[in-house]
C-alpha cells in the first residue's frame, strides 16, 4: 500500500472511532445492531465493498437496512457482482475489520489483507459502490459514513441511489455488471412488462377477474410500500391497495409486515373486519420477504397464513406444468426435449406437509442450513433452482445453458409452430426469468409472479391454500449463556454437541404423532431457536415447550 493510501486510510478512520465493549458479526445477513453505535462498523464496510469492487473490477453493492428488525436498528450488508450476498470467504475479514481496535490495527489489516488477496490500491482505474437504504431514520448518516468509507480507498466512487428496497439495490448491481440498463425505472419497467407478458399468455377462457377482486398489500410501513404505490400505476389486469406504507403514521415492522404475520398468525395493524376472505400479502421492512394471509372470520384476530412454502409451491408446479408442454413430443420419432433439472431448496424450517407435497409431485428436495446465501448457492446448481424460507425470501434461478437453450427454442418454434401450446409455455417460462429477480429474494417481483400464475390457473387464494394443509407447528427461542455452544449437522436438524441434548430431543420427539423437533443457533439474535411440529396445535406447543425447558436446564443462565 502506497503512503498515499495508507495516510488517507488512517486520517478518515481517526473519525469513526468503533463503540467499545460491542464485538460484531457478519452474521446471516450483513451486521446489525441499534443505529447508534454503527457509524464505524458502516464507514469500515464502505472500505471493504471499495476493495471488493477492486478486486473484482466489477459493481459492488451496499444496502444499509436491519430488514424486519426494530426501526431504532440498522445494518449493513454487501452485494456481490452477480447481485448476490457477500462471497463467504470475504465474511472472516468483515468481521476483523469491524472489530479493529483503532485507525492503526485497522490499516494494518487491510495492509496484510490487500497483500494476501493481490489485491493493487493504485486507483489506475476506478470502480463504483451503488449505496442505498430504506426508510429508516438513521439510513442517512449511515449513508454518509459509508461514502466515507468507500472513499477512503483510492480509485473507488461511491454512487448514491437514495431509498430502495433491498433487492432492487441487488438487481441494479447485477444488471450494471451484465451491462444492461440499471436504473430503478428500468427495474420497474422490467417487472411490470413481464407480469403484462405473462398476462397476455394465460390461456382463453380462464375466467378473468374484476375490480372487486383486488389484492391488498401490508407494506411494513417500510420502503416497499412506497415503491409499490409507483409500480402498481404501472400494471394492468391487477387492483393493488397498498396499506401501511409509512404515510400514514405507523411505525416500521410495529405489529405490521410479513415477519410479524408469519410468526404471530395475527391481523396485522391496518387490517380488519373489511377485509375477511379477500387476498392480502405482507411484505417485510425492506422488501424482501413476502407472504400472503386470509382473515377466515370477523370474529377473530387469526389469519389463515400463506407462507413461503406455498409461494414456493405454487411456482413450482407452474414451472414444472410449463416444463411439461414444452416437452410434449410434437413428433413421436423426434424427441428434442430438453432434460431440465429442477431442484427444490428448503430449509428445515420449511413446513412438513410442504416437503411431502413437493416431493409427492415428483420434484427433488433438497435442505440447506437457514440463511439465503446457502439456498441460493444451492439453487443455482440446476437449470432451475427454486428456493424459498418459510418467512418468505426466496426467489427462481436459471442457468445460462438453460436461458440459451430456451433462447434458442423459442425462435426455432416461432418459426415453425408459432401460436402452439409449445411456444406459448416457452414464452412463459421466457417472461418469468425477466419478471423472477434473480438476484435475490423479492417481495415486489415476486408478488407479481403470484398473481400472474393464480390468474392463469384461475385459482382463488383458498384454492391455492388448500394445495396441502400445514401440520401445526411452533417456533420458539430461549436465551442461554452461549449460543455457540449449540453446534448442528445435517442442514441443521441434528445437535452434534453438546453431547445428549439430541437423544433427549429424540425421546421428547417419539412421543407425538407426526413430531419433528430442531434446535439451532440463531445467526441474527442471542438465542437458542426451538422448532416444532406436530400433528395438532397442542401437540406442536407442547413438543417446543418441553424441548425449550430441556435447553434451558441445559444451557441456560441457571444450569451454570
Ligand atoms: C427462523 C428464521 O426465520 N430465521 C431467519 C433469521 O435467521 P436466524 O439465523 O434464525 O436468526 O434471519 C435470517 C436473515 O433475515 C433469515 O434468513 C432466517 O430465515
Ligand atoms: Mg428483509
Redesign the pocket.
Known amino acids: 500500500m502506497n503512503e498515499d493510501q495508507r495516510s488517507l486510510l488512517l486520517s478518515s478512520s481517526s473519525r469513526f472511532p468503533p463503540p467499545q465493549g460491542v464485538k460484531l458479526s457478519y452474521g446471516?445477513?450483513g451486521f446489525r445492531a441499534d443505529a447508534s453505535i454503527l457509524q464505524s462498523t458502516v464507514y469500515r464496510v464502505g472500505i471493504l465493498a471499495a476493495l471488493r469492487a477492486v478486486k473484482t473490477q466489477s459493481v459492488i453493492g451496499l444496502m444499509i437496512t436491519a430488514?424486519h428488525n426494530k426501526v431504532s436498528d440498522n445494518g449493513i450488508k454487501v452485494a456481490d457482482p452477480s447481485g448476490g450476498m457477500l462471497s463467504q470467504d470475504w465474511e472472516p475479514f468483515a468481521d476483523t475489520l469491524a472489530n479493529a481496535c483503532d485507525p492503526q490495527q485497522l490499516v494494518q489489516l487491510i495492509t496484510d489483507f490487500v497483500e494476501n488477496e493481490n489485491i493493487t490500491l493504485d486507483g489506475a482505474k476506478s470502480v463504483e459502490i451503488l449505496v442505498a437504504r430504506d426508510t429508516r431514520p438513521s439510513g442517512e448518516s449511515l449513508l454518509e459514513a459509508a461514502k466515507q468509507g468507500i472513499c477512503s480507498i483510492i480509485g473507488a466512487v461511491a454512487l448514491d441511489m437514495g431509498i430502495l428496497t433491498t433487492p432492487t439495490l441487488h438487481w441494479m448491481v447485477r444488471a450494471r455488471n451484465k451491462g444492461v440498463k440499471a436504473s430503478e425505472i428500468d427495474y420497474f419497467e422490467q417487472l411490470s412488462s413481464s407480469f403484462r407478458c405473462l398476462l397476455e399468455l394465460i390461456p382463453r377462457g380462464s375466467d378473468s377477474r374484476n375490480d372487486a377482486d383486488k389484492l391488498v398489500v401490508d407494506g411494513a410501513n417500510g420502503v416497499g410500500g412506497e415503491k409499490l404505490e409507483i409500480l402498481k400505476k404501472m400494471l394492468n389486469g391487477l387492483v393493488i391497495e397498498v396499506r401501511n406504507s409509512g404515510k400514514e403514521g405507523g411505525v416500521l415492522n410495529e405489529g405490521v409486515g410479513a415477519d410479524y404475520v408469519q410468526k404471530e398468525k395475527v391481523v396485522p395493524c391496518g387490517f380488519g373486519s373489511q377485509d375477511v376472505g379477500i387476498r392480502c400479502a405482507s411484505l417485510d421492512g425492506d422488501a424482501d420477504r413476502l407472504v400472503y394471509f386470509i382473515l377466515p372470520s370477523k370474529s377473530s384476530r387469526k389469519i389463515e397464513l400463506v407462507d413461503g412454502d406455498k409461494i414456493l409451491s405454487l411456482f413450482a408446479v407452474f414451472i414444472k406444468e410449463q416444463l411439461s408442454i414444452l416437452n410434449k413430443k410434437r413428433n413421436v420419432n423426434v424427441n428434442d426435449g430438453y432434460q431440465c433439472c429442477l431442484g427444490i431448496v428448503q430449509t428445515a424450517?420449511a413446513n412438513g406437509a410442504s416437503t411431502d407435497y413437493l416431493k409427492q409431485l415428483g420434484l427433488e428436495v433438497i435442505f440447506t442450513p437457514?440463511?439465503?446465501k446457502y439456498l441460493h448457492e444451492k439453487a443455482a446448481q440446476y437449470d432451475i433452482g427454486i428456493y424459498f424460507?418459510a418467512?418468505g425470501?426466496g426467489t427462481i434461478l436459471f442457468s445460462e445453458q438453460f436461458l440459451r437453450w430456451l433462447e434458442a427454442k423459442i425462435t426455432e418454434l416461432s418459426d415453425v409452430a408459432k401460436g402452439s401450446e409449445q411456444h406459448k409455455a416457452a414464452l412463459r417460462l421466457l417472461a418469468v426469468t425477466e419478471l423472477i429477480n434473480q438476484a435475490v429474494g423479492d417481495a415486489l417481483s415476486g408478488v407479481l409472479l403470484v398473481e400472474a400464475i393464480l390468474q392463469h390457473m384461475g385459482w382463488s387464494i383458498e384454492k391455492w391454500s388448500k394445495l396441502y394443509e400445514d401440520l401445526p407447528s411452533r417456533?420458539l427461542k430461549v436465551k442461554v449463556v452461549d449460543r455457540t455452544a449449540v453446534v448442528t449437522a445435517n442442514a441443521e436438524t441434528v445437535v452434534v454437541t453438546p453431547p445428549g441434548i439430541q437423544e433427549a430431543i429424540n425421546a421428547e420427539t417419539a412421543k407425538y404423532p407426526r413430531g419433528r423437533c430442531f434446535i439451532r443457533p440463531?445467526?441474527?439474535?442471542d438465542v437458542i431457536?426451538v422448532y416444532a411440529e406436530a400433528s395438532s396445535e397442542n401437540a406442536a406447543d407442547s413438543l417446543a415447550n418441553s424441548v425449550a425447558k430441556l435447553v434451558d436446564q441445559k444451557l441456560g443462565f441457571d444450569s451454570y
Open positions: 446471516t445477513a430488514s424450517y437457514t440463511g439465503v424460507e418467512n425470501h417456533q440463531s445467526g441474527t439474535e431457536r
